[in-house]
């Protein structure tokens, strides 16, 4: 989606300018969730299924109304650190996430490169962000959720860092590339770790709040930018504080423990 609406964004604004340009977008952007909404299945049951290991969970709680072993119900998990540090870890990954995708063509035609190379970069940054996720899915299970999610961030930490260093087409697309990747890797160590930790019984709920939550004080970031640009005259500033945000968010997983759980526990 990334890949391709980037740069038909940057073609609508051409030829209609913006105002008329985020009209066109609305409108397609609507058609298409009016047709994925009329066609999505919400539960397997409409499709004549049973959610896989249904029938075995149900006869592993035939028994027990309570929760099964290391699963939190959602005011439990709440109330732990480990819940509130997992947040600060996603909230300061979020804050320059935030910032470049509103920010990221600005600041390279700041650098001198064209505005259609530079819609270009930030399609490439979503295209990249798929084998991120990809790959890091796959090397969860070498190296384990807390190690995978701090490498992703200080990937992204060092590639923010190199955009300062951006000065031709080839260089923004090696740089935002690299970003992309990392970016993209962030997310299955959020969900494998919200997971690990407190398990499904609230899942959907926690992530919800993990990544609601960081959105939406992650919104403030492109505006913070705007001002500090306005101040300026630069992006320079905010750019290595988002690298700086990224290093932090890897660097704070040092001090995530799993809350109190049964005995033998595995560690992530």
Same mark, same amino acid.
């Given at each position: ?5 980037? $740069?038909? #964004?940057?073609?609508? #604004? ?25 066609? /999505? !299945?919400?539960? $397997?049951?409409?499709?004549?299924? +049973? ?12 028994? @027990? ?20 540090? =997992?947040?600060?870890? %996603? ?5 320059? #996430? ?26 490439? =940054? ?8 990809? #790959? /890091?899915?796959?090397? %969860?299970?070498?190296?384990?959720? +807390? ?12 590639? %923010? ?25 962030? /997310? &299955?160590?959020?969900?494998?770790? *919200? @997971?690990?930790?407190?398990? *499904?019984?609230?899942?959907? !709920? ?6 609601? *939550? ?7 970031? &492109? ?13 320079? !500033? ?6 700086? @945000? ?11 423990? &799993? $809350?109190?759980?049964?005995?033998? *526990?595995?560690? &992530?």
């Amino acid at each position: 989606g990334a890949f391709l609406n980037a $740069p038909f #964004i940057n073609l609508l #604004i051409s030829l209609y300018e913006w105002r008329l340009a985020f009209v066109i977008l609305g409108a397609v952007s609507g058609l298409g969730l009016l047709v994925a909404a009329l066609t /999505m !299945a919400h539960t $397997p049951e409409e499709r004549g299924l +049973k959610p896989y290991g249904s029938e075995e969970a149900a006869a592993s709680r035939a028994d @027990s109304a309570a929760a099964p072993s290391g699963e939190f119900a959602l005011r439990q998990a709440l109330s732990t650190g480990t819940f509130r540090w =997992l947040l600060l870890v %996603v909230l300061l990954g979020q804050m320059p #996430i935030m910032f470049l995708s509103v920010h990221l063509v600005a600041y390279a035609t700041d650098q001198g490169v064209s505005r259609a190379a530079a819609a270009g970069a930030l399609g490439l =940054l979503g295209l990249l962000s798929i084998p991120g996720r990809l #790959i /890091m899915g796959v090397g %969860v299970d070498r190296i384990g959720w +807390k190690r995978s999610l701090a490498l992703a961030n200080y990937g992204a930490a060092a590639a %923010v860092l190199a955009m300062l260093t951006i000065r031709s087409p080839l260089t923004l697309y090696l740089i935002v590339g690299t970003y992309g990747f990392f970016h993209g890797a962030r /997310m &299955p160590p959020i969900a494998g770790l *919200t @997971s690990f930790f407190f398990g *499904t019984r609230s899942l959907g !709920a926690l992530l919800g709040l993990i990544l609601g *939550t960081g959105n939406f004080v992650g919104a403030f970031a &492109p505006l913070l930018a705007g001002v500090v640009f306005d101040r300026l005259g630069s992006y320079q !500033a905010v750019v290595a504080l988002g690298a700086l @945000s990224f290093a932090v968010a890897g660097f704070s997983l040092r001090f995530i423990r &799993p $809350p109190h759980r049964q005995p033998g *526990t595995p560690t &992530p």
